[in-house]
C-alpha cells in the first residue's frame, strides 16, 4: 500500500486526485477502522492511518476524510480558539482542502466562497498573484500550502492583505524547515527532480525557513505565533496524529 500510495502522489494529477479520493474513501474508512486513532474532523477511528507523501511516510492520511496532520491541527484551531465556527464572516478559502470543503460550506454563518487555479472542487478559478475580488471583501482568508508553488509570492501575500478587510485575519501556512532560518529558493532549477531535490516536492520553488513570517510581515501584515499544537501533550498528539512540529502564522490587517 505504500508503494502504491507514493507511485499515486508522484504521478496523478492533483486534480484527478481530489476526484478519486472522494470516490472511494468510504471504502478505506471501513477496511482500516479501529480505535487506536481518531481524526478530529471527521471523528472516525481507525486502527491505523494511510501512508502519505513523495516517501510514503507511514500513518498520515485519514482513510475516511483524506486529512492529514496539519488539515486537523488547523480545524482544532478554528473551532478552539477563533470565532471561524460562529461568527457572521465572509471567507476566501483558497485551494480549497477536501476534508475541510463540505463542513465549512455547512457552516450557516459563513459567506463561504472557495477558488483555486486548477482544483475541481472550487468555486472560481483564479490565480492568487491576480486575485478577482475588490479591495476590503473579506473577513478572513485562508490559503495553505500554496506559497510555496508561487512564481511571485510576495505579490500573492500582497494580493491576499488587499482583499482582506481592516481587522480581518488570513492563514497562510507552508511547510516550514525548523532547522533553517532563512527561506531557500532559486529560480534557475526547473527541472522537476532537481525541485524534488531541493524543495521537497516537484512542483515547490521554494522551502521556508524561519523567516516565512517576516515575509508575511513584509506583505503587510502583523504576524501572530501561534504555537496551540503545544498545548496538546504527546498522548493526544499521536491519537489524533498531529504534526510533529508546527507553528500557526496568524496573519491579521490593521484597522477596523
Same mark, same amino acid.
Given at each position: ?11 496523478? %494529477? ?16 471501513? *477496511? ?5 486513532? #481518531?481524526?478530529?474532523? &471527521?471523528?472516525?477511528?481507525? $486502527? ?8 510514503? $511516510?507511514?500513518?498520515?492520511? &485519514? ?50 466562497? =472557495?477558488?483555486?487555479?486548477?482544483? %475541481? ?10 486575485? %478577482? ?9 485562508? &490559503? ?19 482583499? *482582506? ?9 507552508? %511547510?516550514?524547515?525548523?532547522? $533553517?532560518?532563512? =527561506? ?9 527532480? #532537481?525541485? #524534488? ?24 501584515? =502583523? ?29 491579521? $490587517?490593521?484597522?477596523?
Amino acid at each position: 500500500m505504500r508503494r502504491f500510495l507514493k507511485f499515486i502522489v508522484r504521478t496523478i %494529477p492533483r486534480p484527478i486526485l481530489i476526484r478519486l479520493g472522494a470516490s472511494f474513501s468510504f471504502l478505506f474508512a471501513f *477496511l482500516y477502522r479501529g480505535e487506536k486513532y #481518531e481524526c478530529p474532523i &471527521c471523528g472516525g477511528r481507525f $486502527k491505523k492511518m494511510f501512508p502519505w507523501g513523495n516517501k510514503g $511516510k507511514p500513518n498520515r492520511l &485519514c482513510p475516511q476524510c483524506l486529512s492529514l496532520e496539519r488539515h486537523r491541527l488547523l480545524w482544532l484551531y478554528l473551532k478552539n480558539r477563533t470565532g471561524f465556527f460562529s461568527e457572521k464572516l465572509k471567507a476566501l478559502h483558497i485551494a480549497p482542502e477536501q476534508p475541510f470543503l463540505k463542513r465549512f460550506k455547512a457552516l450557516k454563518n459563513l459567506d463561504y466562497i =472557495t477558488a483555486d487555479l486548477v482544483s %475541481p472542487i472550487a468555486d472560481v478559478k483564479m490565480d492568487i498573484q491576480d486575485i %478577482p475580488f475588490k479591495d476590503n471583501t473579506f473577513d478572513v482568508v485562508m &490559503c495553505n500550502h500554496v506559497m510555496e508553488h508561487i512564481p511571485d509570492e510576495s505579490k500573492a501575500i500582497m494580493e491576499v492583505f488587499r482583499v *482582506l478587510k481592516k481587522g480581518g485575519w488570513a492563514i497562510l501556512q507552508v %511547510p516550514v524547515d525548523f532547522s $533553517k532560518q532563512e =527561506t531557500y529558493e532559486d529560480a534557475a532549477i526547473t527541472d522537476p527532480k #532537481e525541485r #524534488e531535490k531541493h524543495f521537497g516536492q516537484y512542483d515547490h520553488l521554494r522551502f521556508h525557513g524561519l523567516d516565512y513570517p517576516k515575509r508575511l510581515e513584509a506583505g503587510g501584515f =502583523t504576524v501572530i505565533h501561534e504555537k496551540y499544537l503545544y498545548e496538546f501533550d504527546e498522548k493526544t498528539r499521536d491519537y489524533y496524529r498531529l504534526p510533529c512540529e508546527e507553528v500557526i502564522y496568524l496573519c491579521k $490587517k490593521g484597522g477596523s
